[in-house]
Structure formats: structure tokens, C-alpha cells
């Protein structure tokens, strides 16, 4: 049998079972990444929507509600697609374990540029994305430049960024799963720490949700808050039991889902006294699959709405931006460099972190990470022009490692559920826990008004096992000399300025700065042109965004 799978034509073409992998390994880890991508995918949607929203944004006005619905849709239609071809890309060309998705992280600093009263615009932020990606496909496809650009960051630095990333996003997805709280946050944070934080004001310590925060005056579904906080819990608890096993990620996400569906069916389905069953806190999932607020009911308007050259007809006018006082080309020097830097650090560190979970790496070689870029880079020219935010190689990839995916079958697996699940609400039907302070989503939908609730919802379970995912990526990579200040100290002022400051590229841009310092005062060789030339670059883009 396991010659016959050696010999297989799937493996002779993806190598899985040369790095210890198998069928059905890939197949699992596959499933276990489209989970919890498509929940990350929802909270990217947030951001996203929010800028091309008008109008109230409230649960009172319904209309309002159905008109926004349409936008989410499109949101939705076109990040599950994008999702799905950048996934099946990479599979199929690097043969590595990743998918590409809307990136929480990138999507966070495109918002961030906005500002007030600026008179930016979504698309205008987008053809910055787009402008940016031309040059991020010239540093990555360029074996020599490619090759310069990470001479210029020096070891520790490089070493920092799975960690600093893995911190970041430790940080939003605790929020999230409402276990702490989301005050003195500088992002946007929703999910069901938001709700808590709407709920109640008061908490048992700082930064820690009160437990008092789940009370029968904040919310006539009081038990599900309760049964949320406690999925959350349970899942910790299960990834500790399981994290030796052959699926740590994919069973705790499992574990905690099911004791949420069958814990809240008790505590909120059944009334114990008359033993009577309610479907009132079901029809939202239910709503949303067959009926009037089907996604299929949305995609002749989705597709109609679909613009291919938006980007440069109303991407390329800055006149409101101007008028504000705005200055184009400082905000195209400050974008593309934030970007660019965005873009090359985020891969690096999704990619180290893959790559010390696995063996898959060590056959390719520098060959298949080229192409994994390459695949990035192609695909964040192409997100602009359909209108979807920029593609990053998501840190789910990282999960996946971790529960046995050795090779790009896991990727395709992934790609065939978020092409699938562009049609069909699946996740959120599985896997979506609590929503909105009055919870309407578990109520009866109108059409389009599921749709803009939905994307409210909390994941908090599969936030849970991003919480997890970002620990391990942590301390994969502290495990350095730290007696060593040459290693430490950049190591450790890349980690923290990319969390102060929300921007993996500040904070790696902080610690190279960081590290030529400690040459200058003779603690390490000295630099390299080309570190010189890449600590130059780093106090501009420093400079820039403090500026900014």
C-alpha cells in the first residue's frame, strides 16, 4: 500500500509522500486550512465593506440594511474567488503548502491610510495596492534583486518576523474570541469582544472581560454569550490535549464548533420545563442557505456590479484627496514603500514558519519559494482590478503544517472549499458562533439583511485557534541565543514595534535600524552595502510613517 502510494500520479506530481505526508493527511489539513481561512476571510470583509458603506449602519434600518447587503455580497463573492485562484495557483506551481487569501494584516494598514476628511477613497487605495504589486512582482521575479533586497535584512531581524506576525496576530484574534477586552485597541476590532464590550462596561480585571458582562439584561439570547466564552475556553483546552496529535488545529476547531452547536441547542433550543424546542436562535444559518438571502439570490446583481477597470476609472481620481489638502505623490511614495515592505516581510514570515513545520522546503530549495512569491505577487496585480483587497500568504498555512499538509494538494483541497463556499454560506452556517449585541442574525432574515449581519458575526472558536496558531509561530522562532545581544536585541525591537505600531514593516524597518546601530558601536561586523542601503530605506519608511 505504501508503495502504491509512493508510486501514485498525485504524489509524483506534489511529493507528499516523499515528505512523510499522506492522501489522506493532505486532505484533512486542506479542509482544516479553507476553515479557518474563510473565518479569517470574514473579519478581512469587515474592513473592507465598512469603506464603501453609506448610509446608517444599524440593525433599525432594514432597507438600509438589504442595500448594504448587496455590498457585502460582492465583497464576499469576489475575496472567496480570489481566495480560491490564488490557492489553486499556488498549489499547483509552488506545490508548497499555502493558500492566499485576503490578508487581516494588510487590509488593516490599507484601512489605516484613510484617515479623516482625508477624501480617499477605496479605490483609490487600491490602485496604490496596484501600482505597489507591479513592483513587488519585478523585486520577486528578479533573482537578483530578490536576492539583494534580503541581504539587506539582517539575520535576527528576519528571524523576528514570524514572531512578530504570529504577536499581531495572537493579539486581534484574543480580542475577538471576547475573552479580553477591545478597549485602548488602535484597530478595528469586531466579533464577540465587541458585543461584550457593548454589553457591559465593567470587567474583573484590566483588559479581561467580566463575567458579569453575560447577563439576562444585555441580551435576551443571554446563554449563547456564555456558551461562546466557554467554546473558547474549551477549545485552549482541547489544541493542549491534542498538540501532539497528528490534527491539533483542525480537531480543537472541530471540538470546540460541535460543544457550541450542542451546549447552545440545549441551553437556548429547549426549554426544560416544557420540554418544547425552538428554532428561533437556528433560522439565521438556516435563512441564509435556502432561502431569500441565499447567496444565489445575490449573483446576477454581484455579477452585474462587477467592474474590471474601477480601479483606474475611479482609482486613478484624487481630486477629493487634494482638495483636502492631500499630496499625491508623498502618498504614492509612502504606499507602495509601506506595501512593498508589507508584502515581502508578510511572505517571509508566513513561509519560515511553514518551512520549520515541515520538510516540504527542503526538496524545492529557493525554487519553490520563488514561485510561491511569484504566485503572490501575480495575484495582488490581479485583487485590485476585480476590487478585492491585497492577497497575502495567509498564516493559516502555518496551521496546516502543523496538522500533516506536506505538499500543494493541501492547497487545492483548500481552493475547491472556497470556490465552493463562494456560492454557498458554508462556514458561516457551520462555524459563525454569536453576532451582533441583540443577535438578529439568529432571527428571520429580508433579503440582504442576513448578509450585512452575517458579516458581523463571531468565529470566536476558530479565532481561538488563530490565538494558538500565533503562539506557535512565536516560539518557533524565539529559540535563538538570547545571551547573544547581536540576535536579541534586534530580534526583540523588530517583535515589538511591528505590535506598537500595528505594521510589520515598521517594525522590521525598526529593527534593522536597531541592528546597525549595535555595529556602529562595535558589537558586530561591520555592514554590508547592502545593509547600509536597506538602513536608509528603513529610517525613510520609518520617517514616513510617523510622519504620516
Known sequence: MAESNNNSMLNRFFHYADRGGTL???IAAGLGIFFLSACCIFINMQLIAKLTISGAYSTANISQIAANGEIYAQNYFVSMLLAFAGSLLIGLVARLPLVQTAGLGLSTVLVSM???G?????????AVCFFSAILYAAVVCIPGVNKALFNAVPSPVRRALPAAAGLMMAWIAMQLTGLVSVNGSSLSIYGTGAVLEQASDSVALPGLVSFGSYSYATDKFHPLLLVCALSVVVTFAAWLLLRRSKRPYLFSLLTGTVFFLVVSICAVGIDWKTFNFSMDFLWGRLWMVGSEDAMHTHLSSVLSNLNLGRVFSEGLDFSAYTENG????MLLVTGVLTFLAV???DAEA?????????????ADGQEGVRLAM???AGMNILAPLAGGAPMSISKTSCAGAEDGARSGLASVVASIGFFISAFVWIVPFLFATITSYDITFNLYGHYG???QLLCECSFAVADAVMVMVGLSMIARAARLDWTNTMESIPFTVTVAAAFFLSNLACGAAAGIVAYLLLCAGGRGEKPSPVQLIGGAFSLVLLILSAVW
Open 326 to 329: 492631500g499630496s499625491v505623490p
Open 24 to 26: 489522506g493527511g493532505e
Open 350 to 362: 508566513t513561509l519560515r514558519c511553514v518551512a520549520d513545520s515541515t520538510g516540504a522546503f527542503s
Open 114 to 116: 484613510v484617515g479623516t
Open 118 to 126: 482625508t477624501g480617499l477613497t477605496y479605490y483609490n487605495l487600491l
Open 449 to 451: 439583511a442576513v448578509l
Open 374 to 376: 511569484a504566485c503572490n
Open 343 to 345: 508584502y515581502l516581510f
